[in-house]
DNA sequence: GACAAGATTAGCT
DNA sequence: GCTAATCTTGTCT
């Protein structure tokens, strides 16, 4: 399954052509010999040179370096006091660029995503969420600054796919930026975290 | 060293 | 729909 990775060339491309495309893709993790892997289904774009609302924007900081790295590396941040963010960064070196990954849909460990989220909790309220998301999963800052191209996480194309409609918007949960629509979800899905 | 803001969530009304 | 919880980061002193 690795083999089949996205390679760098994919994530050296424009952020908003990779965050539309990211959409359908697997990301699959496989830490202390648990697999779990899920279908990305909601994405934001966030683009330093012009996008107050980015981190990188006009500024470059202990937190933000992580942004200026090449495109493929991981940027996880910790918000809220409680919940953790996990970012894919795109473009070349130096550009400041990331994809927020907002919400996936549940493919393979289950188990592992109930037990990290709650026994009881309804399947269509494990990962509709960023913060969701990167519990089930079991994201954390250790990834941070890592990359998408090794066997224990990386993001790949599924053979088989049905067509789906893909819907742009603006973001949520910021207060500056709010006017690009740099967010796009995967039509119909319920994983999806808001209409 | 202090302080305010933040790419959220869960729980209650 | 509204709000408390919770703590890291960046900025200013």
Same mark, same amino acid.
């Given at each position: ?10 994530? &050296? ?8 495309? @990211? ?7 496989? =830490? !202390?010999?648990? $697999? ?63 994809? &927020? ?8 460990? @289950? ?7 709650? =026994? !009881?909790?309804? $399947? ?72």
């Amino acid at each position: 399954m690795f083999n089949k990775s996205l390679k760098v060339d994919f994530y &050296l491309q424009d952020t908003l052509t990779v965050a539309k495309q @990211l959409l359908g893709k697997i990301l699959v993790i496989q =830490k !202390n010999r648990i $697999l779990r892997s899920a279908k990305i289904v909601e994405t934001e774009a966030y683009i330093g040179d012009h996008d107050p609302a980015c981190h990188a924007y006009g500024k470059f900081t202990n937190r933000s370096s992580t942004l200026y790295e090449e495109g493929g590396t991981i940027y996880v941040y910790f918000i809220y006091g409680n919940h953790y963010c996990f970012n894919v960064v795109t473009e070349p070196k130096g550009k400041g660029c990331a994809v &927020l990954i907002r919400a996936v849909e549940p493919v393979e460990g @289950l188990d592992f995503m109930f037990k990290k989220r709650g =026994k !009881n909790i309804p $399947l269509h309220n494990l990962t509709n969420g960023p913060g969701k998301m990167t519990q089930a999963m079991g994201i954390d800052e250790s990834f941070n600054r890592k990359n998408l191209f090794t066997p224990s996480i990386y993001i790949f194309q599924p053979d088989y796919q049905s067509d789906f409609e893909i819907v742009t918007t603006t973001r949520i949960g910021i207060n500056v930026g709010k006017e690009f629509p740099y967010r796009f979800y995967i039509k119909n899905n319920p994983f999806v975290s808001r209409k």
